[in-house]
């Protein structure tokens, strides 16, 4: 109750600025929902400080502008939600836990940098277009091995078979198990009970949830965690603009933060 009550205290702002944005009108709530980046020059990532920072993984895809796989309103397809999505996501984290963590939009690293070891959670969005490079797999393959945790968010349908083909290179003998409420991740710090969120799926489809274990033991360290037919990173980004509804975007904050919290403590 206290944990729930603290979230809606954290998302108090949000509901100000969904009520502002309909009273506005229609050019309000577009300026609310759209936040230009430059995607050729982005700012240069925070210096490492000890510090939980939320990292998001840049990957290349063949074929596209400049190498990255460039999706809705151009944006590459790594960088869907970027920059709000990381913003409000650790601006909850700051105001309802004790990790103090860096507020902002994030650190943005590829899987082959030796900087992802400082950090113990990764989240990579869109895996559907995700090609990672040789060095990129063991690079992923080793930080997992060694105690990383990653967040695989928004992708749907046919997405599928990408993601399940680029961990077969990561891991060849991982299972994607199915995740249900019974697991500690959905007990880390809110206990959420049920994952049949009424309204919360991509494109009319149910949400599922996946994950890989330490040697395919589900007693054994979950390593990935896996939203198919879902996008809380959607959810995050746009829980102040009155797009989506606060119940909804309170539930994937949930998600987000059980993971986290899951993932510092395992």
């Not at 091995?145 to 349908?157: R, V, W, Y």
């Amino acid at each position: 109750m206290r944990r729930t009550l603290c979230l809606a205290l954290a998302l108090a702002a949000a509901f100000a600025d969904a009520a502002t944005a309909r009273a506005q009108g229609p050019e309000y709530r577009r300026f609310r929902r759209e936040e230009r980046v430059d995607w050729d020059n982005l700012p240069p990532n925070a210096p490492y400080d000890g510090r939980f920072n939320f990292v998001r993984i840049r990957f290349e895809q063949e074929g596209r502008r400049g190498g990255w796989g460039w999706g809705w309103r151009r944006r590459p397809l790594w960088g869907h939600d970027y920059p709000r999505a990381g913003r409000n996501f650790t601006q909850i984290l700051d105001e309802i836990t004790t990790i103090h963590p860096l507020v902002g939009p994030g650190t943005i690293l590829t899987l082959d940098d030796p900087e992802l070891f400082k950090y113990p959670v990764a989240y990579l969005c869109e895996p559907g277009g995700w090609v990672p490079s040789d060095a990129e797999v063991e690079g992923l393959r080793n930080y997992l091995l060694k105690g990383g945790f990653i967040i695989f968010d928004d992708f749907s349908g046919r997405d599928w078979f990408n993601f399940v083909a680029q961990m077969r290179r990561v891991l060849p003998d991982a299972r994607l198990i199915p995740l249900d409420t019974s697991h500690p991740i959905f007990h880390a710090f809110f206990k959420i009970e049920s994952l049949d969120f009424n309204g919360m799926g991509y494109r009319g489809r149910n949400p599922q949830y996946y994950g890989i274990f330490e040697d395919n033991d589900p007693d054994k360290r979950l390593m990935v965690v896996v939203n198919y037919d879902n996008d809380i990173g959607e959810y995050w980004e746009y829980s102040a603009t009155g797009f989506m509804p606060i119940d909804l975007t309170n539930e994937a904050y949930k998600l987000g933060v059980n993971y986290v919290m899951y993932a510092l403590t395992h």
